[in-house]
């Protein structure tokens, strides 16, 4: 009889436990979704100012998007390296052949608006 009870005493401090780390979890998860509202206005926002400042449509938007969705998925053509010339991802910031670090402007700048 005591072997049942000390398990069953077991069986309730690790369900405790359990709703104890859902708790806390759905509170970072509460946390998250707040986090990525206010990123969401504050991206609404920036595009308005950029629209405005720079005669932009939504379509330039959704081009640029898509732009840096296949540069993120490794789907960017190949640039040169700046010492050896031989083909290096965009992404490198060394050549694996010579290991020269790959001096560009700013990624993301240069990505978005030197186009």
């Known amino acids: 009889m005591a072997f049942f ?6 069986a309730l401090q690790e369900t405790r436990r359990v709703q104890d780390d859902h708790q806390k979890i759905q509170a970072e998860l509460d946390l998250l979704k ?5 990123l969401k206005l504050v991206n609404i926002s920036l595009w308005q ?7 932009l449509q939504d379509v330039d938007l959704q081009k640029r998007i898509e ?3 296949k ?3 490794n789907e960017a053509k190949p ?3 700046v010492s050896c010339a ?4 965009i992404k490198k910031k060394r050549c694996v ?11 993301i700048y240069h990505i978005l608006f030197d186009k």
């Not at 707040?34 to 206010?38: D, G, P």
């Not at 031989?86 to 991802?89: A, L, M, N, S």
């Open 71 to 73: 540069f993120y998925h």
């Open 5 to 10: 009870f000390r398990t069953a005493e077991r």
């Open 97 to 107: 052949f010579c290991g020269a670090e790959q001096t560009r402007p700013n990624d």
């Open 34 to 38: 707040r986090s990525v509202e206010h």
């Open 49 to 55: 100012i950029i629209k405005e400042h720079k005669g």
């Open 67 to 69: 732009e840096l969705e």
């Open 79 to 81: 640039d040169q390296c």
């Open 86 to 89: 031989k083909p290096i991802h």
